[in-house]
């Protein structure tokens, strides 16, 4: 899958974009509104119990260049260290306070949360930075941003001198990215301290590139002098001990007491069936407990629309007066729009239930949260290096994450966790989740950290090493499509030019060539569809009506032209209609039509979104956006010359060998080439479930691997 940033695509410039506000005359009831919370806030903050350490902890960062802070779920880490940071003098120099957070929602949330409390406008003293969404302005000091944004910033500013205190905030996530910048971020105190500056030739080219990206605007900042950077790591379930190893016998504090209780129930047996749990849990609260809203984690978008369907239907059968239930979903995928609507109280007499995946686990408070419904499930990443199988695996969460999400309730009053399994298997729980960087295909942190002028994979200061063998495949994936010299250098202008486009390598090589093969707009929108979860969708009880609907798209090259077939029939019925109806009116009857045609609207319109952000990117980058019409030769040509190592030969029993390391797979059976006779295919992704199946398939003609990927196959005769 594309590493896509999600949510709203928008680009923001605070200072051209924002609408100038004069000073707000208030009546007398609105002022004693404004002024009741503002008492609220105060008194919240003062009960706080990182508020009885505010002192120590400053005196703490002021003696220590690294300190590790661990204090439980709602103790006010997040919000309160940045302020206190602030307050102590950490920004006198002209230096921003960075707080990164391992996901968007977070990193937008707390700004907000964090510029009400300093009574500032958003942007202004307080900001935040996520991809294509930049909320500061150059009085920023309490800077919130996503772990990959700093990694950008760095290709821009290697000293990061803009910084005078990082912290990384939920460090126990133990993300590619923040693990990336953990040892980015050490490399970096180590310059600052010696106060050297070497800029290599890499970074030299990515600073002209960055720039570039951003409209050729680089915000200024007044850092007068470089001081050393202060590092602060922290988390409320992170193992302080192997933090402080690595940085070199760091100091680690604990910030003792929590808010309020977490009530921990759990079941008596093991659930055969945790979506039903579920269901029967929140209809349980729902009837039987007091007021407050329900959050239960969910492993994904399929899930969470399933139980989304199920919940609407058995409400229905719930006496009027017990229907006030406000459903929302909440995923990565997810517009913003839609992801914050989430922090909206319920109406009057609703009780809200949102159903999320994790990317609600760490940092987030959603205002009502009272209870938790934790089935101790978690989708991730799973990677073989010997296969080259990466794959998404539903696995038991660890001891950290089911305290994270307990700590979810409690934040604004006592809360209850329901887990969904017996507390003996609590107990058997692995006390942290095993680093992305153990079981994730390594092609985009290498492509990263090249264009960082860091060439020693191996040798770079990881937390913990890759895998040796994953590092090898990755270097060899990346040098086959190009983006490495023999030198292992970012080449140029390829590798220079994958690394600058937010997508997984393979994606990023068949942008690049399509311009050559004069379909370049139509791989746009092949790759944009292959970023979202789940285009179409088939309800259990119209199966059969629905699979004659799909048809219609479908086309006998394969997956990728049926998607994009189904994009440009959207596109065409959103156009006709908007001249029709207008905008408003054209979007409510793509909503319709994409019911009628077994479509998922929120996977068809973020794929919308990502085509516009991909396409703004790859124009920046200069490449002639082309058209192949409605010849899709040059299309499948394409997609064989960058997804070769995904090509795979028919059996003779109809399953299919991979060419590129054997292992033997069938096509899925959502797939249009499901009863293909063809000969030669590539293929999007492998998953592993029962059996090894081969998704979004096209496709090809054997003797154009040896043509349009030499490097990897020859012809014998
Ligand atoms: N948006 C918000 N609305 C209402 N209260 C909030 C909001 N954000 C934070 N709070 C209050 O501030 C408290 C501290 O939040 P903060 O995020 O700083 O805690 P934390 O220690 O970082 O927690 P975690 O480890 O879970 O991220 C919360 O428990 C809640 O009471």
């Not at 508020?51 to 120590?56: D, G, N, P, Y």
């Not at 609507?341 to 009502?368: C, D, M, Q, W, Y």
């Amino acid at each position: 899958m594309p590493s896509m940033a999600t949510g709203d695509r928008q680009k923001f410039n605070p200072n051209n974009n924002r609408p100038q506000f004069g000073p707000k005359l208030l009546n007398n009831d609105q002022k004693s509104d404004v002024f009741a919370r503002r008492q609220k806030i105060e008194q919240q903050r003062r009960s706080l119990p990182i508020a009885s350490v505010e002192k120590r902890l400053v005196e703490e960062v002021r003696k220590n260049d690294t300190l590790i802070i661990v204090g439980e779920t709602g103790s006010g880490k997040t919000t309160q260290l940045p302020q206190y940071l602030f307050n102590g003098g950490f920004c006198n120099n002209g230096g921003t306070i960075g707080i990164t957070q391992p996901r968007r929602v977070a990193a937008v949330t707390v700004a907000k949360r964090v510029a009400e409390e300093c009574n500032v406008e958003l942007g202004q003293k307080v900001g935040y930075s996520i991809r294509f969404e930049d909320m500061t302005s150059i009085s920023t000091r309490i800077k919130y941003m996503t772990d990959g944004l700093l990694l950008r910033e760095a290709l821009l500013d290697p000293y990061l001198s803009r910084y005078s205190v990082i912290v990384v905030d939920e460090a126990h996530e133990r993300t590619v990215q923040t693990d990336v910048l953990l040892g980015l971020l050490k490399d970096v105190q180590k310059k600052r301290s010696q106060k050297t500056f070497h800029q290599s030739n890499n970074q030299a080219n990515n600073l002209a590139a960055v720039k570039n990206e951003n409209n050729g605007e680089m915000k200024p900042h007044l850092v007068k002098k470089l001081n050393p950077l202060k590092l602060i790591i922290m988390s409320a379930s992170l193992d302080a001990k192997g933090f402080s190893e690595y940085f070199n016998g760091a100091k680690a504090v604990h910030v003792q007491g929590r808010q309020f209780p977490v009530d921990i129930l759990y079941t008596a047996q093991p659930e055969t069936d945790c979506l039903d749990a579920a269901l029967v849990t929140i209809f349980q609260i729902h009837l039987e407990e007091g007021p407050g809203d329900i959050l239960v984690f969910l492993s994904g978008q399929e899930e969470i629309e399933s139980i989304e369907g199920l919940v609407r239907e058995n409400l229905k059968k719930l006496p009027e007066p017990n229907q006030k239930l406000l459903i929302l979903p909440l995923f990565s995928s997810l517009p913003s729009e839609k992801q914050l609507k989430v922090f909206t109280p319920a109406p009057f007499g609703f009780r809200k239930v949102i159903l999320a995946t994790n990317i609600a686990e760490t940092s987030v408070t959603i205002p009502g949260i009272k209870y938790v419904i934790d089935p101790g499930l978690v989708k991730v990443r799973s990677y073989s290096p010997d296969s080259g199988i990466e794959s998404l695996i539903v696995v038991k969460t660890s001891k950290a994450q089911a305290l994270q999400r307990s700590g979810r309730a409690g934040r604004e009053g006592p809360g209850k966790c329901f887990r969904l399994y017996p507390e003996s298997r609590f107990e058997g729980l692995d006390d942290s989740t095993v680093p992305e960087i153990k079981r994730c295909n390594l092609s985009n942190v290498i492509l990263q950290l090249s264009a960082l002028g860091v060439d020693d994979i191996i040798g770079f200061d990881f937390m913990e090493k890759p895998d040796r063998m994953a590092v090898i495949r990755s270097l060899e994936l990346l040098y086959l499509l190009g983006a490495l010299t023999d030198e292992k250098k970012l080449s140029d202008p390829i590798g220079q030019q994958m690394a600058r486009l937010p997508l997984e390598p393979n994606d990023s090589k068949a942008l690049i060539l399509a311009t050559q093969f004069d379909c370049l707009q139509e791989m746009l929108i092949v790759v944009s569809m292959l970023s979202v979860e789940s285009i179409f969708y088939a309800p259990r009880d119209k199966l059969e009506e629905s699979r004659t609907v799909i048809k219609s798209f479908s086309s006998p090259d394969g997956d990728h032209i049926t998607l994009l077939n189904v994009y440009r029939a959207s596109l065409e019925f959103l156009e006709r209609n908007k001249e029709e109806n207008g905008k408003e009116k054209a979007e409510k009857n793509l909503r319709k039509w994409c019911k009628d045609n077994f479509i998922n609207n929120r996977s068809l319109k973020h794929a919308r979104d990502i085509y516009n952000q991909i396409r703004e990117n790859v124009e920046r980058m200069g490449l002639k956006i082309n058209s192949c019409g409605d010849d899709m030769l040059p299309l499948r040509r394409c997609l064989a010359a960058s997804y070769f190592l995904n090509a795979a030969l028919k059996q003779p029993d109809g399953t299919y060998r991979v060419l590129a390391n054997g292992q033997i797979a069938e096509i899925h059976p959502t797939s249009v080439l499901r009863r293909t006779k063809s000969e030669c295919i590539v293929f999007y992704n492998l998953v592993q479930t029962t059996r090894n199946y081969v998704r979004n398939v096209t496709r090809i003609d054997y003797l154009w691997l040896a043509e349009l990927a030499p490097q990897c196959y020859a012809l014998k005769d």
